[in-house]
């Protein structure tokens, strides 16, 4: 186990910079999540950490340790690939037991750890049989193995659940989630599924165009999201905006007065954006009215997307909705889940 | 799922595909069946295609009248080497090829690739004033150097080299997390997974030098150094007519094994094309 450092990392391609000097701190067992929308730099910067792409400027530490110029197998890191990359013609032993073999352990030894590792993932039964013998998620397990066979001081996970249908992933991210909480080895986890970010992470990195957008728990990023890009990205479904202006009345949206907290009326007549979570809507008689466009009820709540003054936006409820399209409810915003951003540059405004 | 042919679209197809063997089953049959019977019978009119007499006396003919077994011998060996030679060489270049990032690679292959285009009646006068030069005329030595650093090691190097292109990435990134170098990442993961590319080309190159008749007849000049291709065209009587049935008895022995090691090869033979996304 370690932590890892990364201290103004930078990747450039030519004249093209794709990370814009990175600073993050890992400490020692800590299950980071770097995640993002594609090409924002989260697997680059994963294999950077790996030493699968070179560094165009800054530091990687490991264990205390630049590692900037060292080879992969130098740095003391497992990694699980998106495909899983298991060597098809290697059994599931010889797939686990591959890199002990090359780092001159004992045949004894190497059993031992392989069997370690399959007694924990329950792969056991399927040591002697070839990758393409195996289901998705068993090989999954098997690259989990031949990850955590060595016992290295860093886990790094690039999108490993994304080959995976839904129920799979589910049930994967759990296997992972509990792995990690047994042997507590430092993780960097790669993903574009904000979920598998949330639920997974003890720290949650936000990317976007190589830069941090924001760095925290999983809940802070959701409750107090630093500025517009993380605050949509972060929750499912995602958070409604409503551009418009901050009046001593409210936030006067096009076609709407939407309330807002007293402390908040100091920004008075300034553009900005009216964050709220769908789930931070309530069915109330005095609240604001919404046109129903679309209701979807999924069972333990309710879905529906309406329209705001001009804006759409979602609503999640847990009453039974049973209105139709073209109906009106009225809705009443919570006012301490109320989020404004600047219109220019989208940062936190309260 | 395959679907089911209907019995009429089958019968139609075998039919097809019987019309279409005889131009590659009629020589096979002709060529065996001739080599027993007597040389007069060879040209009888009608022709028979089953021998109407058999004269087996051809065959140790093929062994009296040239050192045949040496012969044997000589092809046998040249072709082993130039095949180990040639996969060597091949599976390294096209590794390279595909794998190394160095300056002007592809322009190099590119050069390398134009080496197709030249046809070996070119380069080998060339080659034999060479070959003259370093004292090798006469020997095996141009038979087994020029397969493996020309012309069809460049083929094998492109089979190769589009073989290794398709390998995942991840699994040699893999291989680097696990500890190992280039060299053993090329060993122990790129080799083994290029087994059937590598079939083929062990296949196309061994029948290649087996059949190699223009080098042989340039650069050799006595009988106990000769192919079998070379010796073939021994067979002939005190005017220099060919000695009909006894060079088609040689021919026989000459395509046996080639024959034996296409039926054992050809599922990885056409597995290995299949892979490098080229057609036989």
Not at chain 1, 249 to 257: C, H, K, N, V
Request: aromatic share 10%.
């Amino acid at each position: 186990m370690a932590e890892v450092t990364l201290s103004n990392v930078r990747k450039s391609y030519g004249a093209v910079d794709i990370i814009h000097g990175i600073d993050l701190g890992i400490t020692d067992g800590e299950f980071v999540v770097l995640v993002g929308p594609s090409g924002c730099g989260k697997s680059t910067l994963l294999r950077m950490v790996a030493g699968l792409e070179t560094i165009t400027g800054g530091d990687v530490k490991i264990g205390g340790r630049v590692v900037n110029d060292l080879d992969p197998k130098d740095r003391d890191i497992a990694m699980v690939f998106q495909n899983y990359a298991l060597y098809p013609h290697m059994t599931v032993a010889t797939n686990m037991g591959f890199s002990l073999e090359h780092r001159g352990g004992s045949k004894a030894e190497i059993a031992e750890r392989v069997k370690w590792a399959a007694d924990i993932l329950g792969l056991a039964p399927l040591l002697d049989r070839y990758p393409r013998q195996l289901s998705g998620g068993q090989r999954q397990r098997v690259a989990m193995g031949r990850a955590i066979v060595r016992d290295p001081k860093v886990f790094l996970f690039d999108e490993p659940l994304s080959n995976l249908d839904a129920k799979l992933r589910v049930v994967m991210r759990g296997e992972i989630k509990s792995l990690h909480q047994r042997l507590k080895t430092t993780t960097i986890y790669v993903t574009h599924d904000q979920v598998e970010a949330m639920t997974m992470a003890d720290k949650i990195v936000v990317l976007n165009g190589g830069r941090v957008e924001q760095i925290g728990a999983p809940l802070d990023l959701y409750d107090r999201p630093a500025n517009q890009f993380v605050a949509g990205f972060i929750g499912s479904p995602s958070m409604n905006f409503l551009n418009g202006t901050i009046t001593p009345e409210g936030f006067s949206a096009p076609g709407i007065l939407l309330p807002l907290p007293e402390a908040e009326h100091g920004h008075k007549d300034r553009k900005a954006v009216y964050g709220i979570r769908p789930e931070h809507f309530f069915l109330d008689e005095n609240g604001v009215p919404a046109e129903i466009i679309l209701v979807e009820p999924m069972g333990s709540e309710t879905q529906v997307t309406m329209k705001l003054g001009e804006t759409l936006a979602t609503g999640v409820f847990r009453e039974r909705v049973s209105l139709s399209p073209g109906a009106t409810i009225r809705v009443r915003p919570d006012l301490g889940n109320i989020h404004l951003f600047a219109a220019d540059g989208g940062q936190r405004l309260n | 799922m395959k679907a089911e042919l209907s019995p009429r679209r089958q019968v139609f197809l075998y039919g097809l595909l019987c019309v279409l063997l005889i131009p590659f089953v009629f020589p096979t049959w002709w060529m065996v069946t001739s080599s027993v019977k007597p040389i007069s019978d060879i040209f009888a009119f009608p022709p028979q295609l089953v021998p109407a007499r058999y004269d087996w006396t051809t065959y140790s003919k093929v062994f009296e009248l040239q050192p045949f077994v040496k012969q044997y011998w000589n092809s046998a060996y040249i072709a082993a080497l130039v095949t180990i030679g040639t996969m060597v060489v091949s599976s390294m270049a096209g590794y390279a090829f595909a794998r190394i990032r160095f300056p002007f690679a592809n322009t190099i292959f590119m050069v390398v690739l134009l080496g197709l285009l030249i046809p070996s009646e070119v380069t080998i006068v060339p080659l034999f004033q060479m070959f003259l030069k370093a004292g090798m005329v006469n020997t095996h030595w141009p038979l087994i150097l020029v397969p493996i650093f020309g012309a069809p090691s460049v083929f094998a190097t492109f089979v190769m080299r589009q073989f290794f292109i398709a390998l995942p990435v991840e699994l040699e990134e893999a291989a680097r997390v696990d500890g190992l170098g280039r060299f053993k990442i090329f060993r122990k993961i790129a080799l083994p997974l290029a087994r059937p590319a590598l079939a083929s080309v062990a296949i196309f190159t061994f029948l290649h030098s087996w059949n190699l008749y223009l080098e042989p007849i340039v650069f050799l000049s006595s009988a106990d150094k000769f192919t079998l291709p070379q010796a073939l065209t021994q067979y002939t009587d005190a005017y220099g007519g060919p000695m009909w049935n006894i060079q088609l008895a040689a021919a026989t022995l000459t395509a046996l094994p080639v024959l034996i090691v296409f039926i054992i090869a050809q599922k990885q033979f056409v597995e290995g094309l299949a892979h490098t996304g080229l057609k036989g």
